[in-house]
T-cell receptor, first 113, second 113 residues
């Protein structure tokens, strides 16, 4: 039981390049989340999904897109990376309901030059 | 949305001392109050939570107390150890009309050996 895994662990992009971050969970969780973490700002919600085929915007969705084609996977896309998107990205999943425990992945460190 | 503030932002204690972190929230309908711990280089992990019908909850050296009237709750760590050094986040929420947590900006706890 691997829990929540994230791919890749670290990536360097040039401004304007695109990439996809992959999150996978093997706990059969309904809800999945993408957060970004910047120094001194805690965790900010980018997008989330309450089930396969559904997505919703969070607090800071601009510049990102997501897809949840399979229940176990949640993809975060950057169409045209900007230096302001340099951050650490965390994926999380939970059984369902906001009061369920969120299980986080190890994070992806992204540097946009 | 929920306005969440944590104090202090950094806290340094000697090993064996106690540490207290306070979380203030704005939504009077909040009824679920979790604390997450993030160790260096890892994703956050739930360490303790409390619901609005309970005033205090303990789990070994950690405890959470809730003051719903004043809209704040606190994390208490007794007999601190070096492995308690981490960033702690609160994420108060309510179970209706919410699909995701709003995290505080975090408190960095340093336990000096």
């Amino acid at each position: 039981n691997a829990g929540v895994t994230q791919t890749p662990k670290f990536r360097v992009l040039k401004t304007g390049q695109s990439m996809t971050l992959l999150c996978a969970q093997d706990m059969n969780h309904e809800y999945m989340y993408w957060y970004r973490q910047d120094p001194g700002m805690g965790l900010r919600l980018i997008h989330y999904s309450v089930g396969e085929g559904t997505t919703a915007k969070g607090e800071v969705p601009d510049g990102y897109n997501v897809s949840r084609l399979k229940k176990q996977n949640f993809l975060l896309g950057l169409e045209s990376a900007a230096p302001s998107q340099t951050s650490v990205y965390f994926c999380a999943s939970s059984l369902g309901q906001v009061q369920e425990t969120q299980y986080f992945g190890p994070g992806t460190r992204l540097l946009v030059l | 949305g929920e306005n969440v503030e944590q104090h202090p932002s950094t806290l340094s204690v000697q090993e064996g001392d106690s540490a207290v972190i306070k979380c203030t929230y704005s939504d009077s309908a909040s009824n679920y109050f979790p604390w997450y711990k993030q160790e260096l280089g890892k994703g956050p992990q739930l360490i303790i939570d409390i619901r609005s019908n309970v005033g205090e909850k303990k789990d070994q050296r950690i405890a959470v107390t809730l003051n719903k009237t004043a809209k704040h709750f606190s994390l208490h760590i007794t007999e601190t150890q070096p492995e308690d050094s981490a960033v702690y986040f609160c994420a108060p929420t309510r179970d209706t009309g919410r699909r995701a947590l709003t995290f505080g900006s975090g408190t960095r706890l340093q336990v000096q050996p």
